[in-house]
């Protein structure tokens, strides 16, 4: 019998496979659309989880002249990136277990499509909040649930050789829980909505996301684990 692939089917070979594409992302567009706005004057930005570099790559040409950089606990992604983008700077480390590896001096940190694998907060954000510099911005781009509940999702496919259910990235914390606990680490918050603008197909595999139409005309991601789910960029400060 094989252990189930579920992490697999999630991590790596995903970002791997991917190809280079010509046009950024909309996440992308609006993630920097926002750090644009910000009342500061940004002059570096570290990506944690940058996986390949493509975030960074596309803020290359929308903050030129800003220090970027980016860290991956892959070692395969950061080789990649390293390649990729030899104009960057990676590393590799693990923020969650040896945040020390970072530098408190980033105008932004961004953690992005990363937080929705961890089941508790109390597992990273500390950490992640302990490199924000004063004045500085944490960036946090994922799945929340607008509603006062924390959801914590296994899940296994409907495959007899498929034994154990495992971890997800599909793990739903509240805007609600995230607030109250950035506010305990004596940072303030602010949430904003990311509203899909293009229909998302369903694939064959069931872990990954998919759009459905609403009758407001708007969108929500669904997923082979029965999930109604938003995307939200949350802005910390100090």
Same mark, same amino acid.
């Given at each position: 019998?094989?252990?189930?692939?579920?992490?697999?089917?999630?991590?790596?070979?995903?970002?791997?496979?991917?190809?280079?594409?010509?046009?950024?992302?909309?996440?992308?567009?609006?993630?920097?659309?926002?750090?644009?706005?910000?009342?500061?004057?940004?002059?570096?930005?570290?990506?944690?989880?940058?996986?390949?570099?493509?975030?960074?790559?596309?803020?290359?040409?929308?903050?030129?002249?800003?220090?970027?950089?980016?860290?991956?606990?892959?070692?395969?992604?950061?080789?990649? $990136? &390293? +390649?990729?983008? =030899? !104009?960057? #700077?990676?590393?590799?480390?693990?923020?969650?277990?040896?945040? *020390?590896?970072?530098?408190?001096?980033?105008?932004?940190?961004?953690?992005?499509?990363?937080?929705?694998?961890?089941?508790?907060?109390?597992?990273?954000?500390?950490?992640?909040?302990?490199?924000?510099?004063?004045?500085?911005?944490?960036?946090?781009?994922?799945?929340?649930?607008?509603?006062?509940?924390?959801?914590?999702?296994? $899940? &296994? +496919?409907?495959? =007899? !050789?498929? #034994?154990?259910?495992?971890?997800?990235?599909?793990?739903?914390? *509240?805007?609600?829980?995230?607030?109250?606990?950035?506010?305990?680490?004596?940072?303030?918050?602010?949430?904003?909505?990311?509203?899909?603008?293009?229909?998302?197909?369903?694939?064959?595999?069931?872990?990954?996301?998919?759009?459905?139409?609403?009758?407001?005309?708007?969108?929500?991601?669904?997923?082979?684990?029965?999930?109604?789910?938003?995307?939200?960029?949350?802005?910390?400060?100090?």
């Amino acid at each position: 019998m094989k252990k189930n692939n579920l992490r697999n089917n999630l991590d790596d070979k995903f970002y791997l496979d991917q190809k280079i594409s010509s046009e950024p992302k909309e996440t992308f567009k609006f993630i920097a659309d926002i750090a644009r706005n910000l009342d500061y004057d940004l002059k570096s930005w570290h990506d944690i989880g940058c996986g390949t570099g493509e975030l960074l790559n596309y803020l290359c040409n929308i903050f030129p002249g800003m220090q970027l950089s980016g860290s991956d606990v892959s070692s395969e992604l950061i080789e990649v $990136a &390293k +390649k990729r983008y =030899p !104009q960057i #700077l990676f590393s590799l480390g693990n923020f969650t277990d040896h945040p *020390s590896f970072l530098r408190p001096d980033y105008d932004i940190v961004s953690l992005i499509g990363v937080h929705g694998r961890f089941k508790y907060l109390n597992s990273w954000l500390p950490q992640f909040t302990s490199v924000i510099k004063k004045n500085g911005y944490g960036l946090i781009f994922d799945l929340f649930n607008s509603e006062p509940v924390d959801v914590a999702v296994s $899940a &296994k +496919k409907s495959d =007899p !050789q498929e #034994l154990d259910y495992e971890n997800t990235y599909f793990n739903l914390i *509240s805007i609600n829980s995230m607030k109250n606990e950035l506010a305990s680490l004596g940072f303030k918050s602010k949430f904003y909505r990311f509203k899909m603008p293009f229909v998302i197909e369903k694939k064959n595999d069931p872990f990954r996301s998919w759009t459905i139409d609403l009758s407001n005309g708007e969108r929500m991601l669904t997923n082979g684990l029965g999930q109604l789910f938003d995307f939200y960029l949350c802005v910390v400060k100090k």
